[in-house]
């Protein structure tokens, strides 16, 4: 995983990912165009305040649905609820690992229908307004990829070389935070921002799955590859496509991920007893944090 094409691909996909929207600024007008379409009138969107790009309809649409319906946080609960149930009513870390995933992805969604959807909602569009979205999205990504190492690591019954891949992604969120809220203006910001992703992704989450690929629950290696169309989809920008286009299927993508590790994780919890009733295994950095240490 250390060898020089893994760093020229993690170089690559950051390069690719890292198009800052304060870079690439149009100067858009915010203010809503009107169209006479067939004698009546539709009220066009306004752009995206930091890069001018158009807001695509679709894109939108999805995200406001899982948020504005509640759908998505009610399937959320609905998984807490059936693995809290398998579990012991003392196993308190295996339990925080489950919430910490529905929330890191809760929260994902939410970032989500702000930064497509915020000519919809009462703060309006402003490049203020979508910096800070755009901060805590790239946070709510790497706490996705985190809470799956962290879960995941704990399923596969724990080892050294697993307790430093959860260290090893606690310290990449970490790293996120910093950058997303210090220097994420900066062109600098952005690239290292997507060096960490292609960390996590390809060097982290992905060595956890082919470890668990020669385990007894080899099938939760699926986890990896729902999330891997996205990850290439979205470093290629492509395909493009106004109305469901890279970033689309990256939002697929992530959504699919988030449901097969959610759903696999239910089926080990009915075929397979918890490791080590809750302390055992996954992160160390996340265990000293609330002192499920000794």
């Not at 019954?157 to 992604?169: D, E, H, Q, R, T």
């Given at each position: 995983m250390r060898s020089p094409q893994l760093v020229l691909l993690a170089a690559s996909v950051a390069h690719s990912w890292a198009v800052p929207p304060t870079l690439t600024k149009r100067s858009p007008t915010l203010r809503s165009r009107h169209l006479a379409v067939n004698g009546g009138t539709v009220v066009e969107r306004p752009p995206y305040a930091l890069s001018g790009l158009e807001r695509p309809t679709h894109r939108g649409a999805v995200m406001g649905f899982l948020h504005n319906t509640g759908a998505w946080y009610a399937l959320s609960a609905a998984y807490v609820a059936a693995a809290l149930k398998q579990l012991q009513p003392s196993s308190f870390y295996p339990s925080f690992l489950r919430i910490a995933l529905v929330a890191a992805s809760s929260y994902s969604i939410y970032i989500s229908d702000c930064y497509h959807n915020a000519?919809?909602?009462?703060?309006?569009?402003?490049?203020?307004?979508?910096?800070?979205?755009?901060?805590?999205?790239?946070?709510?990504?790497?706490?996705?990829?985190?809470?799956?190492?962290?879960?995941?690591?704990?399923?596969?019954?724990?080892?050294?070389?697993?307790?430093?891949?959860?260290?090893?992604?606690?310290?990449?969120?970490?790293?996120?935070?910093?950058?997303?809220?210090c220097v994420v203006n900066k062109y600098i910001g952005h690239v290292l921002i997507k060096l960490t992703f292609a960390t996590q992704f390809v060097a982290i989450l992905g060595t956890l799955c082919l470890i668990a690929a020669k385990s007894p629950i080899s099938a939760c290696a699926w986890i990896y590859a729902a999330y891997a169309p996205g990850f290439v989809i979205y470093a290629t920008k492509f395909p493009k496509n106004k109305k469901w286009g890279y970033h689309e299927w990256f939002h697929v993508s992530v959504l699919m991920g988030n449901l097969v590790s959610m759903g696999f994780d239910l089926g080990i919890l009915g075929l397979f007893k918890p490791c080590a009733e809750g302390v055992a295994c996954a992160s160390l950095a996340s265990r000293l944090t609330f002192g499920l240490l000794p």
């Open positions: 000519d919809k909602r009462r703060e309006g569009v402003s490049e203020e307004g979508e910096l800070a979205v755009l901060r805590k999205d790239y946070l709510g990504i790497s706490l996705i990829l985190s809470t799956n190492t962290w879960l995941w690591a704990h399923n596969l019954g724990g080892s050294p070389i697993l307790n430093k891949l959860c260290v090893a992604a606690t310290a990449c969120t970490a790293n996120v935070a910093f950058q997303s809220f």
